[in-house]
């Protein structure tokens, strides 16, 4: 079991472009979470994904994000026009029921 | 709103002594209490968790007490080792397996040779 997979480990766009992140849960998980860590802080909840379903986007700035978690293939989390201020961490977990996994992350550096 | 807090940011501790990491919450709902580490550049590991129904778990030299009645948890650290060095968080939930984590801000745990 490989966990849960995040891609890329690091990203680097420019103010404006797009950043999409992704996410594979572990085996056997079909709830997917995302949350954002800014430096020397705890993770914030954004979003809580089932199949083809978002069931909690209360963590979700209302503009420029969107999360999807399609039948086939991994969660996306994308941000479109980055900003300097979306730069941080974004990790996903994936829960069942022998609880949440977090995966390494992806680091967004926006320049 | 819900929110989980550290009373100390750092805490530094020599090799081989036993470590206090405190956490305060202020939602009396939740059901679920868990401490992660997190090393530098690594996503949160999961290190103990403690149900409401109860108010104290061990590990292997971890032991994590819930205080419901001052809404305070705690995770003990034995015999600290350099790998424990990281930033300890505690977060809650409303059940365990499912839904939202809410963080505490951390605490930097530094172990001295």
């Known amino acids: 079991n490989a966990g849960v997979m995040q891609n890329p480990r690091h990203l680097v766009r420019r103010r404006g472009q797009e950043a999409r992140l992704r996410c594979s849960p572990m085996k056997g998980h079909s709830h997917v979470y995302w949350y954002r860590q800014l430096p020397e802080e705890g993770l914030k909840f954004m979003v809580y994904?089932?199949?083809?379903?978002?069931?909690?986007e209360s963590g979700m700035p209302k503009e420029r994000f969107s999360a999807e978690f399609p039948k086939e293939g991994p969660s996306i989390l994308r941000i479109q026009q980055v900003v300097r201020g979306d730069s941080a961490a974004y990790f996903c977990a994936s829960s069942g029921v022998d609880g949440y996994t977090f995966g390494s992350g992806t680091r967004l550096t926006v320049v | 709103g819900e929110s989980v807090g550290l009373h100390l940011p750092t805490l530094s501790v020599q090799e081989g002594d036993n470590s206090i990491i405190n956490c305060a919450y202020s939602?009396?709902?939740?059901?679920?209490f868990i401490w992660y580490k997190q090393e530098s550049g690594k996503g949160p590991q999961f290190i103990i968790d403690i149900r409401s129904n109860m108010d104290k778990r061990q590990g292997q030299r971890v032991t994590v007490l819930l205080n419901k009645t001052v809404k305070h948890l705690s995770l003990q650290i034995a015999a600290t080792q350099p790998g424990d060095s990281a930033v300890y968080f505690c977060?809650?939930?409303?059940?365990?397996?499912?839904?939202?984590?809410?963080f505490g801000q951390g605490t930097r745990l530094t172990i001295n040779p």
């Open positions: 939602n009396s709902a939740s059901d679920y």
């Open positions: 994904l089932q199949k083809e379903n978002i069931i909690d």
């Open positions: 977060a809650e939930n409303k059940a365990q397996g499912a839904q939202k984590l809410v």
